[in-house]
Antibody, heavy 119, light 110 residues
Framework: EVQLVQSGAEVKKPGESLRISCKGSGYSFTSYWISWVRQMPGKGLEWMGRIDPSDSYTNYSPSFQGHVTISADKSISTAYLQWSSLKASDTAMYYC????????????WGQGTLVTVSS | QSALTQPASVSGSPGQSITISCTGTSSDVGGYNYVSWYQQHPGKAPKLMIYDVSSRPSGVSNRFSGSKSGNTASLTISGLQAEDEADYYCSSYTSSSTLVFGGGTKLTVL
């Protein structure tokens, strides 16, 4: 069974750094790209970017380029999303999802990680 | 890149059919047969319902169908059921090798 298990909820202060994780299991981790998706409170889905775990090649939405970093450690089948300096506007639910086809369909999703940034 | 345009809400009675539209541009929806649709119930992760415009993943009811004409894609749900009440999002691959979502549509089953 394909599973993506994300790390737990985080409460941080503005300016702090953070890395959240997404561990894949039940499939060959290096064979499928992973995407990250943001959902701000009461709002819609926003695609942040994706990574190819086999070589860590990434591409980002212009809206998120330079604001976050997506990485992966294929030795432990885990993808990451990180911030160097959080803002209150980063408060959101973050989902990882596995691409299942050429046109970026997101066929498997993690349970989500709630990030709250507040002073 | 701008979000794809969806109606904010649609509604229908049990047993009826509804259609949700998703309008983009020639750089996304109109340029590729890579439109997907997702269902999201409150407090849950999204679920892929349609991919590549009209293909259904294994396990998704055949009451869900997708189509596309020009820059507009559509999701049709036939035989509406109470459990279909949820938010629905379209997405499309883009000419920049990125993905763009629609703003989402809240489906109410009356």
């Amino acid at each position: 069974e394909v599973q993506l298990v994300q790390s737990g909820a985080e409460v941080k202060k503005p300016g702090e750094s953070l890395r959240i994780s997404c561990k894949g299991s039940g499939y060959s981790f290096t064979s499928y790209w992973i995407s990250w998706v943001r959902q701000m409170p009461g709002k819609g889905l926003e695609w942040m970017g994706r990574i190819d775990p086999s070589d860590s090649y990434t591409n980002y939405s212009p809206s998120f380029q330079g604001h976050v970093t997506i990485s992966a450690d294929k030795s432990i089948s885990t993808a990451y999303l990180q911030w160097s300096s959080l803002k209150a506007s980063d408060t959101a639910m973050y989902y990882c999802a596995r691409l299942t086809g050429q046109g970026y369909p997101l066929g498997y999703w993690g349970q989500g990680t709630l990030v709250t940034v507040s002073s | 890149q701008s979000a794809l345009t969806q109606p904010a809400s649609v509604s229908g009675s049990p047993g009826q059919s509804i259609t949700i539209s998703c309008t983009g541009t020639s750089s996304d929806v109109g340029g590729y047969n890579y439109v997907s649709w997702y269902q999201q119930h409150p407090g849950k992760a999204p679920k892929l319902m349609i991919y590549d415009v009209s293909s259904r993943p294994s396990g998704v009811s055949n009451r869900f169908s997708g189509s596309k004409s020009g820059n507009t894609a559509s999701l049709t749900i036939s035989g509406l059921q109470a459990e279909d009440e949820a938010d629905y999002y379209c997405s499309s691959y883009t000419s920049s090798s990125t993905l763009v979502f629609g703003g989402g549509t809240k489906l109410t089953v009356l």
